[in-house]
C-alpha cells in the first residue's frame, strides 16, 4: 500500500490511495515536499513534477506525513508560504503590466486581429512582451494544502 501522485480527476478510490491536486497547486506543494523533508529520493524527484501516476510506497508516505506535521507544527510551512506569497503577489503585479503591455501593442495591431495573425515582425514583436509573464504568479502555495 502507498499512494499514487495525480493530479484532479474522476477517479474513485479508497481515502488515502491517491493524492490529488490541480497542476497550479501541485507544482509548489511537490516541490516543498523534495526540498523541506528530505524524503525523496533524488532518482525520484523528477517524477514528483508529472502527472504519471508515480507511486510512493507507503513507508516512504508516512514519513512525508510524519516530516510534514513537523514543518507545519514548528511555522516553518506558514513562514514558507510568506515568502511565497510575497514573491508570488510581486509575480502578478508584474503580470499586471506586461498585459497592459500586450492590450496597447494590440490596440496599435489592430483589436479584431488576434496575434496568431498578426505579421511575422508583429507576432515576434508580441511574443518578446509575452515572454516577459512570470508564471511563478500562478502557482499558488497555502499550509492548508500541504
Known amino acids: 500500500m502507498g499512494f499514487d501522485l495525480m493530479s484532479t480527476g ?10 490529488r491536486n490541480n497542476v497550479w497547486w501541485w507544482r509548489p506543494l511537490a516541490q516543498y515536499i523534495i ?10 524527484a523528477e517524477r514528483w513534477a508529472y502527472n504519471d501516476g508515480h507511486h510512493v510506497i507507503e513507508q ?24 511565497f506569497e510575497k514573491e508570488r503577489k ?22 479584431d486581429i488576434a496575434p496568431n495573425d498578426y505579421s511575422k515582425e508583429d507576432k515576434k514583436k508580441w511574443n518578446n512582451i509575452y515572454e516577459k509573464k512570470l508564471w511563478s504568479a500562478s ?4 499550509v492548508k494544502n500541504v
Open 60 to 83: 516512504e508516505a508516512k514519513t512525508i506525513a510524519k516530516q510534514l506535521r513537523h514543518l507545519i507544527e514548528t511555522g516553518h510551512t506558514q513562514k514558507h508560504w510568506e515568502v
Open 90 to 111: 510581486k509575480a502578478e503585479t508584474h503580470n499586471k503590466k506586461v498585459e497592459k503591455e500586450l492590450k496597447a501593442f494590440q490596440e496599435k495591431v489592430g483589436k
Open 139 to 142: 502557482y499558488p502555495f497555502s
Open 10 to 19: 474522476n477517479h474513485k478510490t479508497t481515502k488515502g490511495e491517491y493524492f
Open 35 to 44: 526540498t523541506y523533508t528530505g524524503c525523496v529520493e533524488e532518482r525520484h
